[in-house]
């Protein structure tokens, strides 16, 4: 078959094809129009999951009559500026589209309409319909300038699209996640969404910074996690990363509230994902993801955007420095986070109180009604067996916490730590504190177990991974690559306890494993790692392997619930709880507390 060139309009059909994938594809591209237009406020509707109708209006700089024939001609844009030379670099990019292929994209596949006004200049518009260009024509536009691109019956030029668009209701609520990730990335704009004449969306401009950024997210993440995040800001060569990110107890199901921004650009990477997994696997179980907003700020030579149609993906210089940041930064933030836990931990506590909240067929503590009232069960009276044991376990702790008043003057109260004082413990299990404007119910046997967990941590990392010699080196067949990876970080393997060297082309010869794994399946967990790193660039198999045992020998080392304790031992798990980071939870993302606010429980008796 001879080779020809294929007719102008179906190569923009194709790249219609690449670049408008669906109707939020199409939203995307002219939001980010506006933002890098200048715009202040950018209004968004959609009717008909975006297939019928799509409007994006902006107050931005607009596009002069001449420019409007332009705008709407494939490869031509206003966002490349050109290099001393006379060229184009492509890897100095600083805007958010550049390709010039979302206007005459959509044009081609679409009914579009342009109509735009530049400041002290009259309003013009163009039409485009289905890859014809209409002329240029005066436009009663309304607004000082900026400018309002329509969009109608998208993909009727070519309808065997149409039979792969999902129902109306899944595109809209895809427009909204599209529109609600700009608004993360650009909380400096307002944003407006109407979804078939119904306000969907109301954002205003929140002010630079920190704080202007954590509204705009808790705007759309919701008031909740403006409560349990942690504030990021970590800079390394040159990279900076800043955002949020939640308590461990504050956690989903699934990883679809982790998003990451690079220079103002709204990205999916396995990279984000990797170095969350990472930098919580301390904190939470494998079916429970956190929460996080980050974005990182980094010259435009270091990343290369220009890597997917659409720009929904980007590729790293220097990945494994990127990783390195965000692992760095969200470990950092967690450590001081100290015992924070959730405040949603107390909500739902507070929720079982209410009046209609299914309980219990007696109250806890008692075990039958007669006409004289409730009759106490009959417990044992403690004993002193084991309790020698069990105060062995905690370390003494710090005599008062800094800035606060020493136990023996006059000013002091046990009350005033941030756990409070013991004043109970209830079925052998929960301890019950005081603390000035409230209660804290703590789980013993939760809290002591990461207390264990800690310190095995802290003595792994002092004196490394003990190791075993295998009687018998164990060669690993791997693909050539895998090999390479998995050989090249060693040395980082070795201080996790595994040693082996390479063995040939494709094999590795593994003559030391970690002691603590005992009878490991050496072949089995290389393979593991080479996969990891494959995918996230770090050895998560080996780390997560002994941290799982270390997990598991502390649950076996720690208080048992069922357990009586002392006042003065359950004060001393309280101080080490206040001193000891991550103590908010347990090795499974559990909380070890809870802490109900005296005002809280004051409203559920009607005193407020």
């Keep these: 078959m001879p080779i020809r060139r294929l007719p102008p309009e179906l190569v923009s059909r194709i790249a219609a094809g690449e670049v408008v994938e669906r109707p939020a594809s199409a939203v995307k591209e002219l939001v980010e129009n506006a933002v890098d237009a200048g715009a202040a406020a950018i209004e968004i509707q959609a009717d008909g999951g975006g297939l019928t109708r799509i409007l994006v209006a902006d107050d931005g700089a607009g596009i002069a009559a001449d420019e409007l024939p332009l705008a709407v001609e494939r490869h031509a844009t206003s966002k490349l500026a050109p290099s001393p030379d006379g060229g184009v670099d492509l890897l100095n990019i600083s805007t958010m589209g550049f390709r010039g292929e979302a206007l005459p994209s959509i044009g081609s596949v679409a009914r579009l309409s342009i109509a735009a006004r530049k400041a002290g200049e009259s309003a013009h518009a163009i039409l485009v319909e289905g890859g014809a260009v209409g002329a240029v024509g005066p436009s009663a536009f309304a607004g000082g300038h900026g400018a309002r691109v329509e969009v109608r019956d998208l993909f009727y030029a070519t309808p065997a699209r149409l039979k792969f668009m999902k129902s109306e209701r899944a595109e809209a609520m895809a427009i909204a996640d599209e529109v609600k990730r700009q608004a993360m990335a650009h909380p400096e704009v307002a944003f407006s969404l109407d979804i078939d004449g119904r306000k969907a969306l109301r954002l205003p401009a929140e002010a630079a910074g920190e704080a202007g950024r954590l509204a705009r997210l808790a705007d759309i993440l919701g008031a909740d996690f403006a409560g349990n995040a942690l504030a990021i800001d970590l800079t390394r060569d040159g990279v900076r990363l800043v955002g949020h990110a939640g308590v461990p107890t504050f956690n989903r199901g699934n990883a679809q509230h982790q998003f990451l921004f690079v220079n103002g650009r709204p990205v999916r990477d396995r990279l984000l994902q990797g170095a969350l997994r990472g930098a919580y696997a301390d904190f939470l179980a494998r079916d429970r993801h956190p929460v996080a907003a980050l974005y990182l700020e980094l010259e435009p030579t270091q990343v290369d955007v ?169 060669v690993v067949e791997l693909d050539p690559a895998e090999a390479e990876r998995v050989v090249g970080r060693a040395a980082e393997l070795a201080d996790l306890g595994l040693v082996l060297e390479t063995f040939g082309p494709g094999a590795v010869l593994v003559r030391e494993t970690p002691a603590a794994l005992g009878d490991a399946d050496a072949a089995g967990l290389v393979r593991d790692i080479a996969d990891d790193l494959a995918e996230h660039g770090a050895a998560l198999a080996l780390k997560e392997r002994l941290e799982h045992v270390a997990a598991t020998m502390a649950c076996h080392g720690s208080v048992r619930a069922g357990r009586r304790l002392t006042a003065p031992e359950m004060n001393a798990l309280l101080r080490q709880m206040e001193a000891t980071p991550h103590s908010g939870q347990c090795n499974h993302g559990r909380p070890t507390y809870v802490e109900l606010k005296l005002a809280d429980i004051e409203r559920l008796f009607g005193r407020r």
């Design 306 to 474: 220009n890597v997917h149609p659409a720009k929904a993906e980007v590729r790293f210089r220097d990945p494994s420095l990127v990783r390195g940041l965000i692992v760095g930064a969200l470990r950092h933030a967690l450590a001081g986070a100290g015992h924070r836990a959730s405040t949603t931990v107390a909500a739902e506590a507070l929720a079982g109180f209410r009046p209609g909240y299914q309980s219990g067929p007696s109250p806890a503590g008692f075990s039958a009604w007669s006409a004289g009232g409730w009759t106490p069960r009959a417990y044992p009276e403690p004993t002193l067996a084991g309790l020698a044991e069990i105060s062995a376990r905690f370390e003494a702790p710090p005599p008062y916490a800094p800035g606060m008043a020493e136990p023996g003057s006059p000013a002091f109260d046990p009350i005033d730590f941030p756990l409070g004082a013991a004043r109970a413990q209830l079925h052998e299990t929960y301890i019950v504190a005081q603390t000035r404007d409230g209660v804290v119910i703590v789980d013993q046997h939760a809290a002591h177990e990461r207390l264990v967990y800690e310190r095995m941590k802290e003595g792994m990392e002092a004196g490394g991974v003990p190791r075993q010699a295998l009687l018998m080196p164990i």
